[in-house]
């Protein structure tokens, strides 16, 4: 069965799994789970893992011990971890062989929603990796925005702009550092097309520590004079109803006459042909009048 059918059989207890899944519960057993029987949650949001911040939790493990447990979930051949990646991994760079945990009924669902909660909680992960866990909630499990919003404590319009980011091509979003460009320099590069430009103000940025404001203005400039070099696009009309044309013709020489000229107009209308002909009988050039001792037109 597909995660999406998963989360929509199970309509609203994975929401309601999710959010019990990282509180305490009464009648929580803790037990001693060996590491070696313990597998990554595939649906991890964090991809990025600092050692020096896992070597400081190991240190930390060391002085005071574990003091949450991790929660894992059953699955074939032992089980698979939910909640307490870093957890683990200080656990195993101290050679630890068991680690204290609680053992869930999760679903699928239940289970990545518990892992983005606990991520979010900690307010580090990057924003790539908050967008892609959001775009795997959504894609995976069928979920709308709004749903996602409510699980997570977040706006709906949040999320969207989150989502943004992706369509930033890999070859971009490999050159942005998260250190040096926020989420907001980010969205700025979405108005432009060319990932050659995008670059180009990343570099830029890079080079000349620009602010936002300051790179929106120089994304707002790049545009600008992308549109000047553009050639003009000539508009040409399609009369796909002949008496459109015939009335517009009419018209023109309706004008012309107003005007002091004399035209002439046939029409001949025959089942499957229109033919009009206009005749302008030649005007000869005025001459400028002599009006009381001064030239028309100036001297």
């Given at each position: 069965?597909?995660?999406?059918?998963?989360?929509?059989?199970?309509?609203?207890?994975?929401?309601?799994?999710?959010?019990?899944?990282?509180?305490?519960?009464?009648?929580?057993?803790?037990?001693?789970?060996?590491?070696?029987?313990?597998?990554?949650?595939?649906?991890?949001?964090?991809?990025?893992?600092?050692?020096?911040?896992?070597?400081?939790?190991?240190?930390?493990?060391?002085?005071?011990?574990?003091?949450?447990?991790?929660?894992?979930?059953?699955?074939?051949?032992?089980?698979?971890?939910?909640?307490?990646?870093?957890?683990?991994?200080?656990?195993?760079?101290?050679?630890?062989?068991?680690?204290?945990?609680?053992?869930?009924?999760?679903?699928?669902?239940?289970?990545?929603?518990?892992?983005?909660?606990?991520?979010?909680?900690?307010?580090?992960?990057?924003?790539?990796?908050?967008?892609?866990?959001?775009?795997?909630?959504?894609?995976?499990?069928?979920?709308?925005?709004?749903?996602?919003?409510?699980?997570?404590?977040?706006?709906?319009?949040?999320?969207?702009?989150?989502?943004?980011?992706?369509?930033?091509?890999?070859?971009?979003?490999?050159?942005?550092?998260?250190?040096?460009?926020?989420?907001?320099?980010?969205?700025?590069?979405?108005?432009?097309?060319?990932?050659?430009?995008?670059?180009?103000?990343?570099?830029?940025?890079?080079?000349?520590a620009l602010s936002v404001k300051e790179t929106e203005a120089?994304?707002?400039?790049?545009?600008?004079?992308?549109?000047?070099?553009?050639?003009?696009?000539?508009?040409?009309?399609?009369?796909?109803?002949?008496?459109?044309?015939?009335?517009?013709?009419?018209?023109?020489?309706?004008?012309?006459?107003?005007?002091?000229?004399?035209?002439?107009?046939?029409?001949?209308?025959?089942?499957?042909?229109?033919?009009?002909?206009?005749?302008?009988?030649?005007?000869?050039?005025?001459?400028?009048?002599?009006?009381?001792?001064?030239?028309?037109?100036?001297?």
């Open positions: 069965m597909r995660l999406g059918d998963v989360l929509r059989a199970r309509g609203k207890d994975s929401s309601k799994q999710a959010e019990a899944g990282l509180a305490t519960q009464a009648g929580d057993r803790v037990m001693e789970i060996p590491l070696s029987k313990i597998e990554a949650n595939p649906f991890q949001p964090r991809s990025d893992f600092n050692e020096a911040s896992t070597r400081e939790l190991a240190q930390s493990l060391v002085e005071h011990g574990l003091i949450q447990p991790v929660i894992v979930r059953s699955c074939p051949g032992g089980y698979q971890l939910v909640a307490g990646e870093r957890r683990v991994r200080a656990a195993r760079h101290l050679g630890w062989e068991t680690i204290p945990a609680v053992v869930r009924e999760l679903d699928d669902a239940a289970s990545a929603q518990v892992a983005l909660i606990e991520n979010l909680q900690r307010e580090d992960l990057s924003y790539w990796e908050e967008a892609e866990a959001y775009q795997v909630l959504l894609q995976e499990f069928g979920m709308t925005q709004e749903e996602l919003a409510t699980i997570i404590g977040k706006s709906q319009s949040a999320i969207a702009n989150k989502l943004r980011l992706l369509r930033l091509s890999p070859r971009v979003r490999d050159s942005i550092s998260r250190e040096i460009m926020s989420e907001r320099h980010c969205r700025a590069l979405l108005r432009l097309d060319s990932d050659g430009i995008k670059l180009q103000v990343i570099e830029a940025i890079k080079a000349q120089l994304v707002d400039k790049l545009l600008n004079e992308d549109e000047g070099r553009k050639p003009r696009q000539r508009v040409i009309r399609l009369w796909r109803d002949a008496r459109l044309l015939r009335n517009s013709v009419r018209e023109l020489v309706k004008e012309m006459r107003a005007g002091g000229a004399e035209v002439e107009l046939e029409e001949r209308q025959e089942a499957d042909e229109l033919e009009m002909r206009i005749r302008i009988k030649q005007v000869p050039a005025m001459k400028p009048e002599k009006v009381e001792g001064e030239r028309v037109g100036g001297r």
